[in-house]
């Protein structure tokens, strides 16, 4: 076990990263495999926050990650 809640508290979140390979792995992908779908473009977003963040009347930082994703070959000669 990586992570033991009863001796660490990170204050940090994970909903986002969970819930994006979940949509990722258990929607998109099928359909991709079964030809429902050639290209995705997948962004998965998360904000950067501290635990006074909110309290401070500030814009919250974020980040992406965009990822593209193809059921058609690049390779030439296919």
């Given at each position: 076990m990586m992570f033991d809640p009863e001796t660490q508290d990170?204050?940090?979140?994970?909903?986002g990263c969970g819930c994006s390979a979940?949509?990722?792995?258990g929607?998109?992908?099928p359909?991709?495999?079964?030809g429902e779908m050639k290209?995705?473009?997948f962004c998965a977003t998360g904000a950067?926050?501290?635990t006074t963040a909110s309290q401070q009347g500030e814009s919250i930082p974020s980040v992406s990650h965009a990822v593209f994703i193809s059921a058609e070959s690049?390779?030439?000669g296919n």
């Open positions: 990170v204050h940090a979140g994970g909903s979940s949509v990722l792995c929607y998109f992908l359909k991709i495999r079964a290209n995705i473009l950067l926050m501290s690049r390779m030439s």
